[in-house]
């Protein structure tokens, strides 16, 4: 198990050396970064994978809470991404066959690393120049803008905005949304819908009552940012 996470981290890596631009300082990160979380995330924290979140600009406070949960036995489950990586990466056992332990073992065994590692890594990626939006469907893109900024009263979902920020540059403890992968921001919304993102009683209730293409539109707007 071990063994193939390693090697899967180590050929999505060298699968990002070959097409990725690194910034010119990448050689200033600290080596978890680059041998490790780079593999996922990039050393710039601008990865192009979809369904990987985007760690250029994210607040290092939020980004350490949210390892720590991810460290926690009964940590937050971890996403079909997760494995959807690991067969990207060439590894032979599917999502079926695997049980909840071993995907909390496999999240677990990602993001193990002692604190001040973690703290040094997350330092970095805050440090980095936030992403670039990048565009879609301008109608969606039109249509979760209203939401980001005005909620949908209607049904009780309240502004995005007013927590992270009118430019979603994060806030407080409401984090950067600006850029981020829109798979990933969608997702991420079916969680907290579902309850499986625990520490996030805010979002629990934001997603109550935000239908999916509610939530397609708002990601769509916050990745064009
Ligand atoms: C094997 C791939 C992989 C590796 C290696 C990896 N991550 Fe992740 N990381 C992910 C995935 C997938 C998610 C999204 C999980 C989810 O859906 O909750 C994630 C989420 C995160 C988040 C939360 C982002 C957010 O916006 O909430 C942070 C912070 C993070 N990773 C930091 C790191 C750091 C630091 C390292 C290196 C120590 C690392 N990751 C290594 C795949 C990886
Ligand atoms: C009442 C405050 C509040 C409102 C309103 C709010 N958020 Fe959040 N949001 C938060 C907080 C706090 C977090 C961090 C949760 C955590 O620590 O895991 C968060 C996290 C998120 C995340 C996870 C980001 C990541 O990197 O994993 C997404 C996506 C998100 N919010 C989208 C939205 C959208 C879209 C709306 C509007 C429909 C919205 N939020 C409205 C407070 C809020």
């Not at 050929?11 to 050396?17: E, K, N, R």
């Not at 607040?59 to 996403?79: I, L, N, Q, S």
């Not at 927590?163 to 950067?176: E, I, L, N, Q, Y």
């Given at each position: 198990?071990?063994?193939?996470?390693?090697?899967?981290?180590?050929?999505?890596?060298?699968?990002?050396l070959?097409?990725?631009?690194w910034?010119?300082?990448?050689?200033?990160?600290?080596k978890?970064?680059?041998?490790?979380?780079?593999?996922?995330?990039?050393?710039d924290?601008?990865?192009?994978?979809?369904?990987?979140?985007?760690?250029?600009?994210?607040?290092?406070?939020?980004?350490?809470?949210?390892?720590?949960?991810?460290?926690?036995?009964?940590g937050?489950?971890?996403?079909?991404?997760?494995?959807?990586?690991?067969?990207?990466?060439?590894?032979?056992k599917?999502?079926?066959?695997?049980?909840r332990?071993?995907?909390?073992?496999?999240?677990?065994?990602a993001?193990?690393?002692?604190?001040?590692?973690?703290?040094?890594?997350?330092?970095?990626?805050?440090a980095?120049?936030?992403?670039?939006?990048?565009?879609?469907n301008?109608a969606l893109?039109?249509?979760g803008?209203h939401?980001?900024?005005?909620?949908?009263?209607?049904?009780?979902v309240?502004?995005?905005?007013?927590?992270?920020?009118?430019?979603a540059?994060?806030?407080?403890?409401?984090?950067?949304?600006?850029?981020?992968?829109?798979?990933?921001?969608?997702?991420?919304?079916?969680k907290?819908?579902?309850?499986?993102?625990?520490?996030?009683?805010?979002?629990?209730?934001?997603?109550?009552?935000?239908?999916?293409?509610?939530?397609?539109?708002?990601?769509a707007?916050?990745?064009?940012?």
């Amino acid at each position: 198990m071990h063994k193939s996470l390693i090697q899967a981290a180590t050929i999505a890596a060298l699968l990002m050396l070959s097409s990725n631009a690194w910034g010119q300082k990448s050689w200033d990160a600290p080596k978890l970064v680059t041998s490790y979380c780079a593999g996922c995330h990039g050393v710039d924290g601008n990865t192009s994978l979809p369904y990987f979140p985007k760690l250029a600009g994210l607040d290092a406070a939020y980004a350490e809470k949210k390892m720590t949960a991810f460290r926690e036995p009964d940590g937050p489950p971890v996403d079909e991404a997760f494995w959807w990586a690991l067969k990207v990466a060439g590894s032979k056992k599917g999502a079926q066959n695997v049980t909840r332990e071993e995907r909390m073992n496999m999240e677990g065994v990602a993001h193990a690393e002692t604190p001040e590692q973690l703290k040094g890594a997350v330092a970095w990626y805050a440090a980095q120049t936030p992403p670039k939006g990048h565009s879609s469907n301008k109608a969606l893109i039109v249509r979760g803008q209203h939401i980001f900024v005005n909620g949908v009263p209607e049904q009780k979902v309240l502004a995005c905005a007013t927590c992270h920020g009118p430019d979603a540059a994060g806030k407080g403890t409401a984090p950067r949304l600006a850029g981020q992968n829109a798979e990933y921001l969608v997702d991420q919304l079916e969680k907290f819908s579902r309850g499986d993102r625990r520490h996030a009683p805010e979002m629990t209730m934001v997603t109550r009552d935000l239908d999916p293409d509610q939530a397609r539109a708002a990601a769509a707007y916050l990745q064009s940012r």
